[in-house]
């Protein structure tokens, strides 16, 4: 693909996730639409997608690219790398969960638990959440995928070995985490939670540091591009540079730039690119601040 038409596709997918909900927000507005119950839920989900992954979809088709847009064009086979990379994740989302609620039969279930949904029954919070889930983890997984593909054309850069960006880029969102979440957590009863998460990043680091095990080479925007427009929605979810939690915003833009920086080296190996299907499966069934979604996306806070 030529430079400029890389270039143009990753700017209108990141400006749709950066700047799509204040038209989302606009719209929302409209009195035609649902306030409350199931439809009003269900319509928060299709926003959701509309910011993440239809952009990317369009695109993909618009070029003739289907799977090879999203860096998955590679052997199926190598989901099952993947699976050791659940374990990080899944292991934060209970423990992530103890913390905030205590113990709980739930914990296990992560979205489908019933949690954030009220009003609508156990079956009703049962389908949603599984609808919840199946959104935010397309969702998630098309749009990243999409920015590191488009990332490696657009911008021109060094060809790195994927060790060495993997251990830079995500050893180092896992400092400049853990630095702003003690910050963040001066003065408030945030430590734990914090600690949680940095550790659970670093530990997803280096498990997919023997997973990747490659001698191959990628450009360093391919894993550079999803990590600012990712990060830069985090900053946005959080009011910004000057109108909201700064602080907050930085230290989640952090967590889910060393998450994006996995995805993209995993995508970079070609043979265990679908390592990153199971990856991304366990960050939404168990959701945390390691999502490249802001936590916006999950009615939670980060």
Same mark, same amino acid.
């Given at each position: 693909?030529?430079?400029?038409?890389?270039?143009?596709?990753?700017?209108?997918?990141?400006?749709?996730?950066?700047?799509?909900?204040?038209?989302?927000?606009?719209?929302?507005?409209?009195?035609?639409?649902?306030?409350?119950?199931?439809?009003?839920?269900?319509?928060?989900? *299709?926003?959701?997608?509309?910011?993440?992954?239809?952009?990317?979809?369009?695109?993909? =088709?618009?070029?003739?690219?289907?799977?090879?847009?999203?860096?998955?064009?590679?052997?199926?086979?190598?989901? =099952?790398?993947?699976?050791?990379?659940?374990?990080?994740?899944?292991?934060?989302?209970?423990?992530?969960?103890?913390?905030?609620?205590?113990?709980?039969?739930?914990?296990?279930?992560?979205?489908?638990?019933?949690?954030?949904?009220?009003?609508?029954?156990?079956?009703?919070?049962?389908?949603?959440?599984?609808?919840?889930?199946?959104?935010?983890?397309?969702?998630?997984?098309?749009?990243?995928? $999409?920015?590191?593909?488009?990332?490696?054309?657009?911008?021109?850069?060094?060809?790195?070995?994927?060790?060495?960006?993997?251990?830079?880029?995500?050893?180092?969102?896992?400092?400049?985490?853990?630095?702003?979440?003690?910050?963040?957590?001066?003065?408030?009863?945030?430590?734990?939670?914090?600690?949680?998460?940095?550790?659970?990043?670093?530990?997803?680091?280096?498990?997919?540091?023997?997973?990747?095990?490659?001698?191959?080479?990628?450009?360093?925007?391919?894993?550079?591009?999803?990590?600012?427009?990712?990060?830069?929605?985090?900053? $946005?979810?959080?009011?910004? *540079?000057?109108?909201?939690?700064?602080?907050?915003?930085?230290?989640?833009?952090?967590?889910?730039?060393?998450?994006?920086?996995?995805?993209?080296?995993?995508?970079?190996?070609?043979?265990?690119?679908?390592?990153?299907?199971?990856?991304?499966?366990?960050?939404?069934?168990?959701?945390?601040?390691?999502?490249?979604?802001?936590?916006?996306?999950?009615?939670?806070?980060?």
């Amino acid at each position: 693909m030529s430079r400029e038409d890389a270039r143009s596709d990753v700017i209108l997918a990141g400006a749709t996730t950066l700047f799509g909900g204040i038209v989302i927000g606009l719209l929302s507005a409209l009195p035609l639409l649902p306030r409350r119950g199931i439809a009003a839920i269900v319509l928060d989900l *299709l926003w959701i997608f509309v910011l993440t992954g239809l952009v990317p979809v369009l695109l993909a =088709r618009y070029r003739g690219d289907r799977l090879g847009a999203f860096g998955l064009d590679a052997p199926r086979s190598g989901w =099952r790398a993947g699976l050791v990379l659940v374990v990080p994740v899944a292991l934060l989302g209970v423990l992530r969960q103890f913390v905030a609620v205590g113990a709980s039969d739930t914990a296990l279930l992560g979205r489908v638990g019933g949690a954030g949904f009220v009003g609508v029954g156990p079956v009703g919070a049962l389908l949603l959440g599984l609808l919840s889930f199946a959104v935010t983890a397309a969702g998630a997984l098309l749009l990243t995928g $999409f920015l590191a593909t488009r990332g490696r054309d657009a911008f021109r850069s060094p060809d790195v070995p994927l060790t060495e960006l993997l251990r830079t880029f995500g050893i180092g969102a896992c400092g400049i985490a853990l630095v702003l979440g003690l910050l963040r957590a001066i003065g408030a009863a945030q430590l734990l939670p914090t600690l949680l998460q940095v550790a659970g990043l670093a530990v997803l680091v280096l498990v997919a540091d023997r997973v990747v095990a490659s001698r191959r080479t990628a450009p360093r925007a391919a894993v550079l591009t999803p990590v600012a427009v990712l990060a830069a929605a985090h900053v $946005f979810a959080f009011g910004g *540079l000057f109108r909201g939690d700064l602080l907050s915003g930085l230290y989640a833009a952090a967590l889910a730039g060393g998450t994006a920086v996995v995805a993209a080296v995993l995508l970079e190996t070609r043979d265990r690119a679908w390592a990153i299907v199971p990856l991304f499966l366990a960050l939404h069934w168990w959701p945390s601040c390691l999502s490249p979604l802001p936590m916006e996306f999950f009615a939670a806070a980060c």
